[in-house]
């Protein structure tokens, strides 16, 4: 893991995702770049990257204008913050222009903050952070509030282990390092679920050793929502981060195919790690 994305809008949120950051950044000798993205004028049109384009009698001095601002404003809110490396402030569309330039830059973690369904902002649901989780091509860090005290001792990783396959887990072993975390591998087993503890501990021991995972547990919570399940999970047992795959499509997992992921980005208040399963 070499190179961390943090997009801000300079609001607290921001500032929580850099803490964040920084405190991964540390810790495994990454850098940070910094994103700002200035949504264009109404009507305006984007290139496929994002980015804003100029069309035929439009005038959008005013807006590069006001990027400039936004750059001097980038300045001084990285003036004493440690490990960024680089900071870009651009005019463009928010989703496409967070998720070019993380294929451009080649990061390995993208981290920002989310107001989830208790507020509206330019990171709400419906917007950025959400579209980003179920779109990007690598992990995704999100989060509510200030962990600045984060120390990782225990994550949880969430599937249904219904399919065992090797999946890119880089940066969760990665945090787990550096952290020394112990993983809690945690299947929500609902009433109607047919399949016994022992068939479930079973699988999920294949996918563990499939995955050469290490200092971890195999965790079975009854619930009949996934969701609440896994909110009382990380709540009796101190949970630090909730760990979870995304993208639908892939047919992995049955709980994926319901959107929990997006669920668990919006209502829980616990920091969320989601990575793509290819």
């Known amino acids: 893991m070499k190179k961390i994305l943090v997009p801000t809008d300079f609001s607290e949120l921001g500032d929580y995702a850099y803490e964040v950051a920084s405190k991964i950044a540390k810790n495994t000798n990454c850098e ?10 109404a009507g305006a049109l984007y290139s496929s990257s994002g980015k804003l384009m100029n069309d035929e009698g439009d005038d959008y001095t005013e807006w590069y204008k006001r990027c400039e601002g936004k750059k001097e404003q ?27 330039l993380s ?8 981290v920002m903050g ?31 509030c200030d962990r600045s005290n984060l120390d990782l001792s225990q994550v949880v990783f969430v599937s249904d282990f219904l399919e065992n396959k090797v999946l890119n887990l880089e940066v969760m072993k990665r945090i787990q390092e550096v952290f020394n975390s112990k993983i809690l591998l945690l299947k929500i087993k ?5 399949r016994t503890d022992i068939q479930v501990h079973e699988d999920m021991e294949k996918f563990a050793q499939l995955n050469k995972l290490e200092n971890y547990t195999l965790n079975i919570y009854e619930d009949p929502s996934v969701e609440a399940g896994i909110g009382k999970f990380c709540a009796e047992k101190d949970i630090d981060m909730i ?36």
């Not at 940070?32 to 004028?41: A, D, F, S």
């Not at 369904?117 to 690598?138: D, M, P, R």
Request: proline share 5%; with cysteine; aromatic share 8%.
């Open 190 to 194: 609902k009433p109607n679920n047919q």
């Open 114 to 144: 989310t107001e989830g369904l208790f507020n509206k902002s330019v990171w709400s649901k419906g917007s950025h952070t959400e579209y980003i989780t179920k779109h990007a091509q690598v992990p995704v860090l999100s989060l509510k």
């Open 243 to 278: 760990i979870l795959g995304t993208h639908q499509s892939s047919g992995f997992s049955r709980l994926f195919r319901h959107s929990v992921s997006n669920d668990v980005v919006n209502h829980l208040f616990h920091p969320i790690l989601t990575f793509p399963i290819h």
């Open 74 to 100: 980038m300045k001084k809110w990285i003036a004493d913050k440690e490990s960024v490396t680089d900071s870009i402030c651009v005019i463009g569309d928010i989703d496409e222009t967070i998720l070019q």
């Open 32 to 41: 940070i770049i910094t994103l700002y993205v200035m949504p264009g004028p």
């Open 103 to 110: 294929e451009e830059h080649e990061i390995d973690l993208v």
